[in-house]
């Protein structure tokens, strides 16, 4: 849908279809949900053109799990979205340690798309291990 109201952008990772050779395309709120994951999972730096885009969650990954920990992180998040996704409504950030031994943290995002007033929900695994896998 090259025309949505939402937005539509570049799969991630870039992927390519095979009979046209056209690249593969998300739209809407799928459009939305990729564009929060990529956000979360940016560094501050990586992107020449926006240095400032990104979240630097990474730098967390050995920091003791306490209240001011979750606090911090919650804010990190509000303001990336803040700053780089127009399209929604920070309505809340929750992060969940209850599997904090098994090595991940689960941030749980609750948000509306703007336009379309829909309330939405997105949950983002944080490692707590260097080098864990998604």
């Known amino acids: 849908m090259a025309n949505s109201f939402l937005g539509t952008g570049w799969s991630f990772p870039p992927s390519f279809i095979a009979a046209s050779g056209a690249v593969a395309m998300t739209s809407d709120e799928a459009d939305i949900q990729l564009s929060l994951?990529?956000?979360?999972?940016?560094?501050?730096?990586?992107r020449v053109m926006e240095p400032d885009y990104g979240c630097n969650l990474d730098e967390m990954v050995f920091e003791p799990i306490t209240t001011t920990?979750?606090?911090?992180?919650?804010?990190?998040?509000?303001?990336a979205i803040l700053y780089y996704?127009?399209?929604?409504?920070?309505?809340?950030?929750?992060?969940?340690?209850?599997?904090?031994?098994?090595?991940?943290?689960?941030?749980?995002l609750d948000y509306v798309v703007r336009t379309t007033?829909?309330?939405?929900n997105y949950v983002y695994p944080y490692y707590l291990n260097e080098g864990a896998s998604q």
């Open 37 to 46: 994951q990529i956000l979360l999972s940016t560094r501050k730096g990586e």
């Open 69 to 79: 920990f979750k606090t911090y992180i919650a804010d990190m998040i509000r303001t």
């Open 85 to 108: 996704e127009a399209r929604i409504d920070l309505k809340s950030v929750v992060v969940d340690d209850s599997n904090q031994l098994g090595g991940v943290i689960l941030v749980i």
């Open 117 to 120: 007033n829909s309330r939405y």
